[in-house]
């Protein structure tokens, strides 16, 4: 149902209540998924960054 069939329903501000609620908990689910996935990338790159490194380290080392 739509937040208005709910608004305007005899007793629809208890259900409108519940329906932004539940809409809250998503986003704030999203959020998170979000924030860990984002740190998880940055930690990768940063890994791959480093490889990066060595590898031009051992490269210039050899020649």
Same mark, same amino acid.
């Given at each position: 149902?739509?937040?208005?069939?709910?608004?305007?329903?005899?007793?629809?501000?208890?259900?409108?209540?519940?329906?932004?609620?539940?809409?809250?908990?998503?986003?704030?689910?999203?959020m998170?998924?979000?924030?860990?996935?984002?740190?998880?990338? !940055?930690? !990768?790159?940063?890994?791959?960054?480093?490889?990066?490194?060595?590898?031009?380290?051992?490269?210039?080392?050899?020649?």
């Amino acid at each position: 149902m739509l937040p208005a069939v709910y608004q305007n329903a005899p007793g629809g501000f208890d259900k409108l209540q519940n329906f932004e609620q539940g809409f809250v908990d998503a986003l704030l689910a999203r959020m998170g998924m979000e924030k860990s996935r984002a740190a998880q990338y !940055r930690s !990768r790159h940063e890994a791959f960054l480093e490889a990066a490194r060595s590898r031009t380290a051992s490269r210039s080392a050899e020649g």
